[in-house]
């Protein structure tokens, strides 16, 4: 009898969520599993944030261990999916659009932080008449919480060896949200991992940011370096970061169990087709206005003009578009040092490209004369020390034998 009556009261709840607009909603206690705090424990120790510094914080690390800590007298943890468009493109399309930047699909519509909250905010409120008197909170990301580990532990799907939760039929292509609640609701049973002995995402990773099965270094991966790290990118990274200009779905896209996802319809974070695969002249020629204007409502905000500026510069060094030197030009007199520096990079690559097509043709020679010539002339501008080290090592990879 009381099985019964707890699971009328789940499915209450799940078709509340789907009503929503939440594709599934798994229940948990708020505890973390074992193996979770020994990955987490593993991540900090290898120093993996990067400059996520928070994340190492003390207060913040007891808090992600123990979700109890979130809210007195939580008793059930509610995990929530939230289904969008995996990418209308394959990898290798992708790969070979070089010309064009790559914007991870969870960014090419609306920012789901706004989105899921405002959904998950409704549909609190309306879980306030289902589960009666309770406290309750609503978590998108941002806070302290191992949303992947609770994930698994309430059925909702299994943390696959790239870091990410995956469902079985539907795939990875979702994002997660939380309500915690003081209510007692039975828990469902933990996802069983169903990665077995595939290692794909970790063979395919252009960074090979994977270190270990479940183990991203931050400090690798693309995603983190393309939208959270703020400074710059590494000089090792730069050519493997190829045309992804926001984020990187590899690890997903290679992942069998993505085979048949689809599309959902609706899709809630409203795709836009200006952000698959645009131009990388578009993006090099964003100011801040029209970088405002462009990204309004969209997660790309994140990384600021500059940073999604100077993600475009590496990915047009690497694109081998000899075209894209006039619009690199500019951008070694922009107001940002960040910019000037990866446009210099970027200048310097397609300018050795030239020297290396010379044989080929004729017009790439003019190619490495206009990049030598750019170079020279910004490096006599230029006050910033970094971004004179980087004109003056492009100059002499332009000029290598
Ligand atoms: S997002 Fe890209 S860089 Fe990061 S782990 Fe996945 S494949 Fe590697
Ligand atoms: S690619 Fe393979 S190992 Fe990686 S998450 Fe998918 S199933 Fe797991």
């Known amino acids: 009898m009381r099985a019964d009556a707890d699971n009328q009261l789940k499915e209450r709840i799940r078709a509340l969520a789907r009503a929503h607009g939440f594709d599934s909603c798994h229940f948990s206690r708020p505890v973390v599993d074992a193996k ?15 400059e996520m510094h928070w994340m190492a914080e003390d207060s913040r690390v007891a808090r992600r ?28 399309v992708a790969e070979a659009a070089r010309s064009r930047g790559v914007i991870a699909a969870y960014a090419h519509g609306d920012d789901y932080h706004d ?37 698994e532990s309430s059925g ?34 933990p996802a069983p991992n169903h990665c077995g002995t595939c290692v ?28 959270e790290h703020r400074g ?21 896209l290679v992942c069998p169990w993505n085979r048949h996802a689809k599309r959902p319809e609706p899709d809630l974070l409203h795709p836009r087709g200006e952000n698959v695969l645009p131009p990388l002249a578009s993006l090099l020629a964003l ?14 905000r994140r990384t600021g003009r500059a940073g999604l500026v100077r993600n475009a510069c590496i990915a047009a060094g690497n694109s081998g578009d000899l075209r894209l030197l006039e619009a690199l030009a500019p951008l070694l007199e922009d107001d940002s040092a960040l910019v000037r520096l990866h446009a210099a ?16 043709e004729a017009g790439e020679g003019n190619a490495a004369d206009r990049a030598l010539a750019l170079l020279e002339a910004c490096g006599k501008r230029e006050t910033d020390d970094k971004a004179l080290e980087e004109i003056s090592l492009s100059i002499d990879y332009i000029r290598r034998i």
């Open 36 to 50: 979770f705090v020994a990955r987490f424990r593993e991540w900090l120790a290898g120093n993996y944030q990067g």
């Open 65 to 92: 261990m123990n979700p109890a800590s979130m809210l007195e007298g939580v008793g059930t943890v509610l995990s929530l999916a939230m289904r969008y468009s995996p990418p209308a493109y394959s990898l290798a």
């Open 115 to 151: 989105v899921m909250k405002k959904r998950l905010k409704r549909l609190a409120r309306a879980l306030d008449e289902t589960l009666g008197r309770h406290d309750q909170r609503v978590y998108v990301d941002t806070a302290p919480v191992l949303e992947h580990a609770l994930a």
């Open 156 to 189: 909702l799907g299994w943390q696959g060896k790239h870091s990410l939760s995956i469902q079985r039929g539907t795939g990875s292509w979702f994002l997660l949200g939380e309500i915690f609640t003081t209510a007692g609701i039975e828990p469902d049973a």
């Open 200 to 227: 794909a995402c970790m063979d395919i990773c252009p960074t090979r940011a994977i270190v270990a099965p479940y183990i991203v270094d931050a400090r690798r991966c693309i995603s983190y370096l393309t939208i």
């Open 232 to 252: 710059v990118i590494p000089r090792e990274l730069r050519p493997l970061i190829g045309n992804r200009v926001f984020g990187c779905d590899d690890c997903q």
């Open 287 to 300: 100011d801040e206005a029209t970088f405002r204007q462009r990204f309004r409502k969209s997660p790309v």
């Open 345 to 360: 990079w970027a200048v310097g690559r397609l300018g050795r490209r030239a020297v290396e097509g010379m044989a080929e």
